[in-house]
């Protein structure tokens, strides 16, 4: 009797930031390199964000890639169909702190099914505190790349996201209309035409 193959390596990469940091460009570019090396792939976005598209992800700048739009991941492999699965290498994760199961997930294709796992996602809600599982996979994560945008009010480097607004919910989707990006400074001190301090948070 011939001894079992080996079982497939997977990977885990976290790209994590404040809104308008890239972190979705980042992704597709990532995605799309390991499409033109030969390799399958697929993204999946939560259904919840539907900004631009709903089938598929699309940067602030306005570049697209089809996708999966679901309310969970672990429903991925049978919406997908089990040989459409197995044959896939790479799976793209977008706003990825919307997925509740996204550390099982992660878990199961990375080290269960050996995929290559590219999650992408803000890693504070905007309170600056943890938001959703997005954190919780950095321990699992072969690469983190933290991502910084540009700060509106000043021009240095933003790592917060000010929400423009009183709403106080964790989850708003919204865009520049909502959100800005700004540095340490104009996020302490809620500059840069919010409504109120306790409001100048990062989402």
Not at 84 to 102: H, N
Not at 164 to 178: H, M, N, P, R, S
Request: charged share 25%; with cysteine; glycine share 8%.
């Amino acid at each position: 009797m011939s001894p079992p193959s080996p079982r497939r390596s997977g990977e885990i990469h976290v790209i994590v930031g404040p809104m308008f940091a890239g972190k979705t460009t980042a992704l597709l570019r990532r995605v799309i390199s390991e499409s033109d090396s030969g390799r399958k792939v697929v993204m999946i976005k939560s259904s919840k964000d539907n900004r631009y598209a709903t089938d598929a992800v699309v940067t602030h700048d306005g570049t697209k890639f089809p996708c999966w739009a679901l309310p969970d991941l672990l429903s991925f492999k049978h919406n997908c169909g089990a040989e459409a699965y197995s044959k896939l290498d790479v799976i793209g994760i977008d706003e990825a702190q919307f997925f509740g199961d996204l550390y099982d997930f992660c878990c199961e294709a990375a080290d269960l099914d050996g995929k290559t796992v590219v999650v992408a996602g803000l890693d504070g809600d905007y309170l600056r505190r943890s938001f959703g599982s997005v954190v919780s996979v950095i321990p699992l994560a072969d690469t983190v790349t933290k991502l910084t945008a540009r700060c509106e009010v000043c021009g240095k480097r933003a790592l917060f996201t000010l929400r423009k607004t009183d709403q106080t919910q964790t989850e708003l989707i919204g865009g520049a209309d909502v959100y800005m990006p700004v540095c340490r400074q104009h996020y302490t001190n809620g500059q840069g035409g919010t409504a109120s301090e306790t409001s100048a948070a990062a989402v």
